[in-house]
Structure formats: C-alpha cells, structure tokens
C-alpha cells in the first residue's frame, strides 16, 4: 500500500519560495510518476508538476513553469517541490500524488482523480 507523507508548507510573503517534500513508501516506484497538486480556496484539485520515477522526466502546469522545480532523491525515495517567486494565487493546500503510468498521456498525468494522495500540506502566500 502506498503511503505518502508532505512536509514543508507554511506561509510566505510573495516573491519568497518554499521547499514542499513527499516521503514515499510501501513499494517501489518504477513506472510511477511522482508528483503535486493543489486545491486553492474554492477551487478544483488541479494538476502542478510530475516526474516519471523510471527516467526522471518532469512535467509542469503552464501556471509554475520556471518558477516550481520537482526533483527526487531515489535514496530516500522523496519528492520536492521546490517553489520560487511565489505569488499570492498559488496559495492552495499541496497533495502529493503517486499513480502507475503505463502509457504517458498529459491526460493520466494531469488527472486529478487518479493515484495514491498523502494528506496534504498548507502553502499561504501573503501580498
């Protein structure tokens, strides 16, 4: 069973970054990708960034793209998000996600209705 424990939330002012980590555990994680969501205040869950744990390819919404890096550290199976130039809007509540990829499609990467979830850590941004 996978389980998927976030860190690293807390409240910034705008323009500063934060470091958001996922320790995974309960199987190994070759074909998985590995990766963040958020849910802003009254909003959807929606897709952030990926990474394909079987290569190390990274996705990113158009939203974080050169401002959010994800990387990992296969040793301690860990997940960041490493989170520059915030901005008000990206405060949300971060879920990491881990769900099986057999073919990628941006479709199976993006949906937000798939995988395991950890349990979700708080990011404020203040103007």
């Known amino acids: 069973q996978v389980q998927l424990v976030e860190s690293g939330g807390g409240l910034v002012q705008a323009g500063g970054s934060l470091r958001l980590s996922c320790a995974a555990s309960g199987r190994t994680f070759d074909g998985y990708a590995m990766g963040w969501f958020r849910q802003r205040p009254g909003k959807e869950r929606e897709f952030v960034a990926t990474?394909?744990?079987?290569?190390?390819?990274?996705y990113y919404s158009d939203s974080v793209k050169g401002r959010f890096t994800i990387s990992r550290d296969n040793a301690k199976n860990t997940v960041y998000l490493q989170m520059n130039s915030l901005r008000p809007e990206d405060t949300a509540v971060y879920y990491c996600?881990?769900?099986?990829?057999?073919?990628?499609?941006?479709?199976?990467?993006?949906?937000?209705?798939?995988?395991?979830w950890g349990q979700g850590t708080q990011v404020t941004v203040s103007s």
């Open positions: 990474l394909l744990w079987s290569g190390g390819s990274t």
């Open positions: 996600n881990a769900r099986l990829v057999i073919m990628i499609s941006m479709e199976r990467l993006q949906n937000p209705d798939l995988g395991s």
